[in-house]
Each structure stands twice: as structure tokens, then as C-alpha cells.
């Protein structure tokens, strides 16, 4: 079954960090361009940051260059979404997205407030 979990989510302060896991299974994701995007309720959704299959190139959203970093972990199949000196405006549900096989993970919320 191919599919993505979230995982890593949670409630910190402002200026806190948090990492995000995106477990994959069924395909590997050091084979598959990987994106990281978040949901606010009634905005659009915004990207975080992606990394590609081809040339391994990562690239991030403007909001959060410089604070978050994508890594991944090829043995354990898991892509990180490293998240520091979080904002406020950091709030929303964060997924993950393989472009390849088309699956998107359930998401997980990440809440940042003092």
C-alpha cells in the first residue's frame, strides 16, 4: 500500500522548533519529488518547501527561508521538515505530497502561540 504518514506535530512558543516526519511506504522517497505544504482554514495553501527526485534540489518557501529545512533519511524511508524559530503565522496543518505516485499524508497540526 503506498501511502505517507505525518507525524511531529504539536503546540510551542513562539521562537520554539519543532520536526516533522513524513513516513512513506510502499515506494521510496528518495525516488519521488517530495513536497511540503501547509493549510490554513479559508486561505490558500501554501507551499513550505520541496525536494526533487532529479538533482535533489530543495527549495522553500519565501516565509520560511532561513527557519526550516528538509532532509531526508533514505534507510528509513522518512522525509523531516526541521522547523525553527517557529511565528504565529507558523500555525496550520503541514502535509506532505509525493508527486510521483500521487499521495498526499493526512497532515498534522502544528500550533504556535505564546
Known amino acids: 500500500q503506498v501511502q505517507l504518514v505525518e507525524s511531529g506535530g504539536g503546540s510551542v512558543q513562539p521562537g520554539g522548533s519543532l520536526r516533522l516526519s513524513c513516513a512513506a511506504s510502499?515506494?521510496?522517497?528518495?525516488?519521488?519529488?517530495i513536497t511540503w505544504y501547509r493549510q490554513v482554514p479559508e486561505k490558500e495553501r501554501e507551499l513550505v518547501g520541496r525536494k526533487t527526485f532529479v538533482g535533489g534540489v530543495t527549495t522553500y518557501g519565501d516565509s520560511v527561508k532561513g527557519r526550516f529545512t528538509i532532509s531526508r533519511d533514505d534507510a528509513k524511508n522518512i522525509m523531516y521538515l526541521q522547523m525553527n524559530n517557529l511565528k504565529p503565522e507558523d500555525t496550520a496543518v503541514y502535509y506532505c505530497?509525493?508527486?510521483?505516485?500521487?499521495?498526499r499524508g493526512q497532515g498534522t497540526q502544528v500550533t504556535v502561540s505564546s
Open positions: 510502499g515506494f521510496s522517497v528518495a525516488r519521488d519529488d
Open positions: 505530497q509525493a508527486r510521483r505516485w500521487n499521495v
